[in-house]
């Protein structure tokens, strides 16, 4: 629970004395507090220095030095959250990781047999130009085209699935 | 020959379908604008983390802080750098899932596309052998194809391989809902919570400490720009006394002027109206009623002059009050006034005029003073202005940096939320067959791009 400050009304030098000293109880108090709580202690230090006077400014070196203490301590305690999220976040990176490499090879496996259809496509269509030269009753040539229409029908082969 | 041309052409048309249906076209959902929205958002969070790098890199080398804090903030920047690297790599996880996905669905479009053109090249081969018994030959290569996609399963591994990743970024949770492993999703949302608390932190204690460097400068400052506007707004109330004072007089000047011009032509008018009367009653009569209205044009007038006057006068009085109330340096004229109007009572009966005369000549001694002390103000105000601006540049920086990171920060959080709305999305649609949408997951992403754009670009 942070204590309202009357900015206006704090003027002369035991009010700003008195003013001071009630963020310092409330940060003493909030050691266990969330940081948006910490956070409002902070801005509430901040406005201090920025509205006190000069002949008062052994009180402002106070509130930086609360300010730095606090920024000190919530800094530490963020980086070892962080720190504690990273061994679920490595192992989730893993798994990751075994599902990108898995995807790839789906990926490359396509990429492949395109390539295959492809050529298969290419050879399809240098037939068809063949056929076309070809007269009806070109018995060699048919048995020839039909061998080779064949040995496409053998496609699927190209798909191991231990690539 | 021409029957076995039309079946065979029939049966390929049929056989194309089949082959377009079991290559798997439009099964495999285009993921290019998810791939898109994940990858603007995952190059925001980076930055996000590198700007609060920023930060402490700024705050561990800031003057305004001892050397004691710089070199604990120096080690706690290290240990967040260290810290941070898991995230960092979980990221180009990410990226690297998104990218594969990307690849499996282009080569997927890619490889339909050529299964397609395949078949039809086959097409184009029993077309010019109408009449060569291909056909069968041409089935089997499509069914050989069909059976290709068959044994490769990818619609099913790219099913199971979302729902393994679903798994993983969503988490686990048991019957009851609760949570048996936590989700990658939430523990980027955790750290980036962390990075939004550690700018917090850090950037205001950073701008504290500098207010407090600086408050000599903007105290100083402060106090210039204080007493010139205490000195321009008695300037301008004793400006505003003389104009008050000079409208005054004017007005009774001119009022006085008017009524005399009316009375001048009353006159006029009676003297052409006793040209040529002889008789001494009728003239006697007409004098009388020349000087009955000649008093009723006086009498009115010098009311309305004097009503005027006394509002004038309680206005200029008002005004005098107000200044001797704003300004300490006119102490000496409230003195001098008050012996006046205590001599006044016993002596002067044109005391007004004295009164306002002596009133004008200590304003305007005090203006002269006023404007002299103006001069030096600003000639202050010159001098420390370089320093001043300088130290408020330089807090209103922190300040934007403080704000911009935040706003990044807002924005990573609710952009993680919109791609787990997106990719739990992907997973419907591969089962409802419909497009997938990722809107939301987009213009977030944009958004937070527009944030880390180079001002310049803006």
């Known amino acids: ?163 | 020959m021409k029957t076995t041309y039309r079946t065979a052409r029939k049966s390929l048309a049929l056989l194309l379908v089949i082959a377009l249906l079991f290559s798997g076209c439009g099964e495999i959902p285009d993921i290019s604008k998810f791939a898109e929205a994940s990858s603007g958002m995952t190059t925001a969070i980076r930055k996000g983390v590198a700007q609060t790098d920023e930060v402490l890199e700024a705050a561990s080398t800031e003057p305004a802080f001892d050397s004691e804090t710089q070199g604990k903030l120096k080690k706690q920047r290290a240990d967040f750098q260290a810290a941070l690297k898991p995230t960092l790599n979980t990221l180009d996880k990410i990226d690297g899932y998104l990218d594969a996905l990307q690849a499996i669905a282009q080569a997927h479009k890619k490889s339909a596309e050529q299964s397609a053109a395949l078949v039809s090249a086959v097409g184009g081969v029993v077309k010019a052998a109408s009449g060569l018994i291909i056909p069968a030959a041409a089935t089997n290569i499509i069914t050989a194809i069909t059976t290709l996609y068959r044994k490769l399963e990818l619609e099913k591994d790219f099913k199971q391989r979302v729902n393994m990743v679903s798994e993983i970024m969503e988490g686990k949770k048991d019957a009851t809902g609760a949570v048996i492993q936590e989700g990658v999703i939430d523990l980027l949302k955790l750290n980036v919570k962390a990075l939004k608390d550690i700018n917090d932190g850090v950037s205001e204690t950073m701008i504290t400490a500098i207010i407090d460097r600086n408050a000599v400068i903007t105290q100083y400052h402060n106090q210039i720009l204080g007493n010139d506007q205490r000195v321009q707004r008695v300037l301008a109330g004793i400006l505003e006394y003389k104009k008050l004072v000079t409208e005054f007089n004017d007005f009774s000047a001119k009022a006085v002027l008017a009524r005399d011009l009316d009375i001048a032509r009353l006159n006029n008018k009676y003297n052409r109206k006793f040209v040529g009367i002889s008789d001494q009653t009728e003239r006697r009569r007409l004098e009388k009623e020349r000087d009955e209205k000649i008093e009723d044009v006086k009498k009115q007038a010098d009311q309305e002059i004097n009503s005027r006057n006394a509002e004038d006068r309680e206005i200029i009085t008002s005004q005098l009050k107000y200044l001797l109330g704003i300004d300490a340096g006119l102490a000496g004229l409230r003195d001098s006034l008050k012996k006046f109007d205590e001599e006044d009572r016993r002596a002067d009966a044109n005391s007004a005029v004295h009164r306002q005369a002596l009133v004008i000549g200590a304003l305007e001694q005090r203006e002269a003073a006023l404007l002299t002390q103006t001069k030096a103000l600003t000639a202050d105000m010159q001098r420390i202005n370089p320093a001043y601006t300088e130290a408020v540049a330089y807090q209103n920086k922190a300040r934007a940096r403080h704000n911009a990171l935040n706003a990044l920060l807002i924005k990573s959080d609710s952009a993680l939320d919109a791609w787990a709305e997106t990719h739990a999305r992907l997973r419907m649609t591969l089962n409802t067959k419909q497009p997938l949408t990722a809107t939301r997951l987009l213009v977030v992403a944009r958004e937070m791009l527009d944030i880390i754009k180079p001002e310049k670009e803006k």
């Open chain 1, 1 to 163: 629970m942070i204590t309202p400050i009357k900015w206006d009304l704090v003027r002369t030098d035991p009010q700003w004395v008195s003013a001071l000293a009630t963020i310092l109880g409330d940060i003493e108090d909030s050691a266990q507090a969330d940081s948006s709580e910490r956070q409002q202690l902070q801005s509430q230090l901040q406005t201090f220095v920025q509205r006190s006077p000069e002949r008062v400014s052994a009180l402002d070196k106070i509130a930086v030095q609360a300010s730095v203490d606090i920024m000190i301590v919530d800094l530490t305690r963020r980086v070892a959250e962080i720190k504690a999220r990273n061994a679920q976040l490595e192992v989730a990176a893993l798994a990751l990781g075994v599902e990108v490499d898995a995807a790839n090879r789906d990926a490359g496996r396509l990429v492949r047999i395109t390539a295959e259809i492809n050529k298969a496509k290419d050879a399809i269509t240098t037939v068809k130009d063949m056929v076309a030269r070809l007269g009806d009753d070109n018995a060699d040539a048919i048995d020839t085209i039909r061998a080779i229409l064949d040995g496409f029908s053998r496609l699927n082969e190209i798909y191991r699935p231990n690539d």
